[in-house]
C-alpha cells in the first residue's frame, strides 16, 4: 500500500475518533444542562397559589416578564421576577379588545378585535409604545409570531398573514378562508395549526406566505378550543356547552395525515400550555345550584404526557376564578393567579421543646432542637418539582422550601437568635446521575444567588447531606458537572515523549481527586494517541 495513503488512513481513523468523542461529550454536557430530574409517573403535582397578575385573555411570558392581553382593558406588563410578589410595570391602553398576544424579541403583537394588528415596542417595558398597525377585514381574534411573518385569525375571513420583517409597517401578503369558527392557532416550521371550531384540526401550509393551502385535518368530537405544538404532537382541548370535552393529543408527523394518540377527558376544557412532560389544561364548568340557576365553576388540570398514548392526571387546582389563558415557565403557572408547583407539601407543628419534621417520601428530615423556636410554630415543607435558577450548577431534584408560621396567628416566625436546626437529604444513585458527587452541598437561596450553606456536609457512602443553619430559606441540593479542559496551543500546548520507539500526547484532564479518570477522558486520550502513533509510524515506514 502507498504508504501516503496509508498513513491518511490512520490519521482518517484518529480524527474520527476524536470527533465521536467530541460529540458524546457535547451530547452529555446538553443532557446535564437541559434534562430536569424525571420524576413522571412517579410524582403527585400540587399547586399553591402564591401571587395574583389579573385574568386576560392571553398571557405571554419573557425573561422576567408577563404580558397579558386584557380586553378593553389593553396590555399590561408585570415583573416576574419574584413570582410571590409580581408588579405592574407597564400599560397600553389599545383601541380595540386586546384578546390575541405573542411576544418576540422588543416587540409585542396584539390581535386588537376591530382594531387590527398593533405592533407595540416593549424595550422598554415601562413606557410601551405603538410602532405599527396592520388592518384586518373582520376582528382579529388570535395571534402566533415566527420569523418574519405574523399569523392571524379572525372569526370571518379565516387565516391572515402579516409580513412584520419591519415593524414599523406591518403588510398584509396572503389570506386562507377557512370553513367553522377558528378559535385559536400554533405555528411550527412551515404549518399552522388551527383550532377550528366544530370543523376541529386544520393544518395549513405556510411554505409561500402568499398562498397558503390546506394539507390535513382532524374531525374532533366537539368544538376545537385551543392548540398548541410541541415536536410532533399537537394539544387540541375541545368541549361543548362547558359540560363536555377533554384533551386530544395528535400525532402530526405526516401533516396530511393527522391521527389522535392519546385523549383525557376534561369537563369544559379550555385553554393548553405544555411544559417538559406535562400538559396544564384549564376548564370552565357548570354545576346545578340552587334557584335562580347554574353556578360556574373553574380550575387547572395537570396531565403526565410523557406517554402520549396514555395521559395521566397527576394534579390540579379548584376553584379558582374565572380563567381566559394558561402559560408555564419552570415551577410556575400563570392563569390571573400565580400558581407554584409542588410534589410534597408536609406540615408539622414545632412546640418550644422541640421536634423533627419528615417528608412524606422520608428522604428529607429537619430536627428542631428544644428552644429553635420562642413559641408553638407550624413548619411547612414544600418539595418544588423543578430545580430553578441553578446557573452554571446542577441540581438533582431536591429543591425545597421551609418556612414558620405562629400557631395562634399566622403570623411569619423565624428561628430563635442562636438557634439552629438540622436538616439531612437522602439521595439516589439515578438522581444524582452526571453530577460530580463530592461537589455536592446544600444550598440556599437569598433572593439572587445561591449560597452554598458553610456547614453542608456530604457522606457519599450513604449518599447523605447534612447540614445546620440559623435561618429558613429555600433550599437545593447542587453540584458541578464534569468539565473538560484541552491545553493544546500549537507546539507550546503539548509534549511529545518517547517511549518505545512511539510518540505520546500528554494531556491532562481536571478530574477530582480519589475519583476515577472519566470514560470520554480516556477515550478522547486514546483517540489523541492514535493520532500522534499515525504521524510516527508513516515517518518510519518512509
Known amino acids: 500500500m502507498n504508504k501516503k495513503r496509508l498513513f491518511s488512513l490512520i490519521s482518517a481513523l484518529g480524527v474520527v475518533s476524536v470527533l465521536l468523542v467530541l460529540g458524546s461529550i457535547a451530547v452529555k454536557a446538553q443532557n446535564q444542562q437541559l434534562t430536569p430530574p424525571d420524576k413522571s409517573n412517579t410524582v403527585t403535582i400540587t399547586p399553591e397559589i402564591i401571587g395574583q397578575i389579573g385574568d386576560g385573555c392571553e398571557v405571554v411570558l419573557q425573561s422576567n416578564y408577563a404580558y397579558i392581553a386584557q380586553g378593553y382593558n389593553g396590555l399590561h406588563i408585570f415583573d416576574i421576577s419574584n413570582p410571590a410578589d409580581p408588579k405592574e410595570v407597564g400599560f397600553y391602553d389599545t383601541p380595540g379588545y386586546a384578546c390575541g398576544l405573542a411576544v418576540e424579541g422588543n416587540y409585542a403583537y396584539v390581535a386588537d378585535g376591530e382594531s387590527g394588528l398593533l405592533v407595540i415596542d416593549i424595550s422598554n417595558p415601562s413606557s410601551p409604545i405603538e410602532v405599527g398597525f396592520c388592518d384586518i377585514p373582520s376582528s382579529a381574534f388570535s395571534i402566533a409570531v415566527a420569523g418574519n411573518y405574523a399569523y392571524i385569525i379572525d372569526g370571518v375571513s379565516g387565516l391572515h398573514i402579516i409580513d412584520i420583517s419591519n415593524p414599523a409597517a406591518p403588510s398584509g401578503i396572503g389570506v386562507y378562508d377557512m370553513p367553522g369558527y377558528p378559535s385559536s392557532l400554533a405555528v411550527n416550521g412551515m404549518y399552522v395549526y388551527v383550532a377550528n371550531g366544530v370543523d376541529g384540526l386544520l393544518i395549513i401550509d405556510v411554505s409561500n406566505p402568499a398562498a397558503p393551502t390546506e394539507v390535513g385535518t382532524y374531525d374532533l368530537p366537539y368544538y376545537a378550543k385551543s392548540v398548541i405544538v410541541r415536536g410532533n404532537y399537537a394539544f387540541i382541548t375541545d368541549c361543548i356547552d362547558y359540560n363536555e370535552g377533554g384533551l386530544h393529543i395528535i400525532d402530526i408527523s405526516n401533516p396530511s395525515a393527522p391521527k389522535e394518540d392519546g385523549y383525557i377527558f376534561i369537563i369544559g376544557a379550555n385553554d393548553v400550555a405544555v411544559e417538559g412532560n406535562y400538559a396544564y389544561v384549564t376548564y370552565t364548568h357548570r354545576i346545578y345550584c340552587p334557584p335562580p340557576g347554574h353556578c360556574w365553576i373553574s380550575g387547572l388540570v395537570i396531565i403526565d404526557i410523557s406517554n402520549p398514548v396514555v395521559p395521566m392526571y397527576v394534579g390540579g387546582l379548584v376553584p379558582i376564578a374565572p380563567i381566559g389563558s394558561v402559560a408555564v415557565a419552570g415551577n410556575y403557572v400563570f392563569l390571573g393567579s400565580i ?204
Open 339 to 542: 400558581l407554584r408547583l409542588l410534589t410534597d407539601y408536609v406540615t408539622t407543628s414545632i412546640p418550644i421543646t422541640g421536634n423533627s419534621l419528615a417528608s412524606t417520601d422520608g428522604n428529607t428530615n429537619l430536627i428542631f432542637p428544644s428552644g429553635a423556636f420562642t413559641q408553638t410554630v407550624n413548619v411547612n415543607y414544600k418539595q418544588l418539582l423543578y430545580d430553578e435558577n441553578v446557573g452554571e450548577l446542577v441540581g438533582i431534584g431536591h429543591t425545597f422550601d421551609i418556612s414558620a408560621v405562629i400557631s395562634d396567628t399566622g403570623e411569619v416566625a423565624n428561628l430563635a437568635p442562636g438557634q439552629t436546626f438540622t436538616m439531612t437529604i437522602q439521595y439516589s444513585d439515578d438522581e444524582k446521575g452526571a453530577v460530580i458527587e463530592d461537589t455536592l452541598a446544600l444550598y440556599s437561596w437569598d433572593g439572587t444567588n445561591w449560597v452554598k450553606e458553610a456547614t453542608s456536609s456530604l457522606d457519599p457512602v450513604n449518599n447523605l447531606i447534612t447540614a445546620t443553619s440559623s435561618h429558613l430559606s429555600l433550599w437545593a441540593v447542587l453540584g458541578e458537572t464534569n468539565r473538560f479542559y484541552f491545553p493544546v496551543i500549537g507546539k507550546v500546548g503539548y509534549i511529545l515523549l518517547h517511549f518505545f520507539g512511539a510518540h505520546f500526547f500528554w494531556m491532562e484532564l481536571p478530574v477530582k481527586k480519589n475519583k476515577a479518570l472519566d470514560p470520554i477522558g480516556i477515550s478522547f486520550f486514546s483517540a489523541i494517541r492514535i493520532m500522534f502513533h499515525a504521524y510516527h509510524f508513516a515517518n518510519l515506514i518512509k
